[in-house]
């Protein structure tokens, strides 16, 4: 079976093509066209600009997919869309773009929820089809990302339940804001996590950094970090050589999100007797949280598998979307695309 897989949530314009070939999920391409040096300029993505790039870009993504696959469209069983969450006037470009596919080519389609293909990037490319009880059940997911960090449990494969999420400010998020009160450049995230690298703990004759661990201790699995960005904000204002101890800045803050991100995920796993912990998101690339989460899962869920997605696969793509439009086309989750539509606010 092949799957066109569309995504255009936020600011990548993307598109790819899987196939069943092996026991396996195989990407036959995978194109992403990138905004991050037009939105950069800016300190975040401006939703207007971002719909008329997608405008701009999805017909010579589209082509360049086909080529890369070596696919005509009468080689294409589905095509798979994200309708939400996500910007809504981003997500209109691929979703009608999948619609008048679906109808010229004559291809069933499937609507696929964002965070659902996140968590789909799990199963690209591994040793055998999630459906053949690879990963036992139940599963919990940490999901984090720019716009969304969440515990996601599923007790049956392609069923999902939030059972926490962030209040406030989602992880990816909060790196941005931190990196922009530095001064250190969009997106946050890579680039915190590399000056967090080039700090070295040791003897320091400066005043130690300390920072929160929000809702570390509280009673349910959410999430919050707009307390920490609170909190390293105040903290540069009352240092005066704070620009000289960036790296050290980015170190504390980034253990700070991945010690709450890890503390909650095993309280999870071990309330719901997970068999398998997956990380998901686009924070999921952070090195030192899945080197960090890998080792907790480890030393503290005895028997329990542990999964990343491939790094390629963990920012916005297609290839995740594609993936989980596969497992629907399996079960035949089909719509009328007539009815398609999206939704910016869709949960999971």
């Not at 950069?40 to 082509?63: K, S, T, W």
């Not at 209040?167 to 998020?173: C, H, K, V």
């Not at 503290?300 to 993936?323: C, E, H, R, S």
Request: one cysteine or more; a negative charge; charged letters at 20%.
């Amino acid at each position: 079976m092949n799957i066109l897989g569309i995504e255009t949530s936020c600011d990548e314009t993307a598109m790819a093509l899987v196939t069943d070939q092996n026991n396996k999920i195989e990407v036959l391409a995978n194109v992403v066209s990138s905004q991050i040096d037009i939105h950069r300029q800016y300190g975040g993505v401006v939703p207007e600009v971002a719909a008329r790039e997608h405008v701009l870009n999805i017909v010579p993504v589209l082509d360049q997919t086909l080529k890369m696959a070596q696919l005509r469209p009468n080689d294409i069983d589905a095509i798979a869309v994200t309708v939400g969450p996500g910007l809504v006037t981003s997500l209109q470009t691929g979703v009608e773009t999948a619609k008048t596919l679906a109808y010229a080519w004559n291809i069933p389609i499937v609507g696929v929820n964002h965070i659902e293909g996140h968590i789909a990037a799990n199963f690209i490319d591994k040793s055998s089809i999630p459906s053949a009880l690879d990963y036992e059940l139940p599963i919990i997911t940490l999901t984090v990302s720019g716009g969304h960090t969440m515990l996601v449990l599923s007790k049956k494969f392609g069923q999902f339940e939030t059972i926490g999420e962030t209040l406030d400010d989602a992880a990816g998020e909060a790196f941005d804001k931190a990196a922009k009160l530095m001064n250190i450049g969009y997106p946050g995230g890579p680039i915190i996590s590399a000056e967090a690298e080039k700090f070295l703990m040791g003897a320091d004759t400066q005043p130690a950094i300390k920072l929160p661990r929000p809702m570390l201790n509280k009673d349910n699995f959410d999430f919050s970090f707009s307390g920490l960005k609170t909190s390293i904000r105040y903290a540069l204002e009352k240092d005066p050589n704070w620009q000289n101890r960036i790296p050290e800045y980015c170190f504390h803050f980034q253990q700070a999100v991945i010690d709450v991100l890890i503390h909650k995920m095993l309280k999870a796993a071990k309330k719901y007797n997970a068999k398998t912990v997956m990380l998901a998101g686009g924070v999921s690339a952070n090195k030192a949280l899945r080197l960090q989460l890998e080792m907790a899962v480890k030393n503290n869920l005895v028997g329990t598998k542990f999964n990343l997605p491939d790094l390629k696969y963990t920012t916005d793509n297609a290839a995740m979307i594609a993936t989980a439009g596969y497992f629907k086309a399996q079960r035949q989750e089909f719509t009328n695309w007539q009815n398609l539509k999206t939704d910016s606010n869709l949960e999971l």
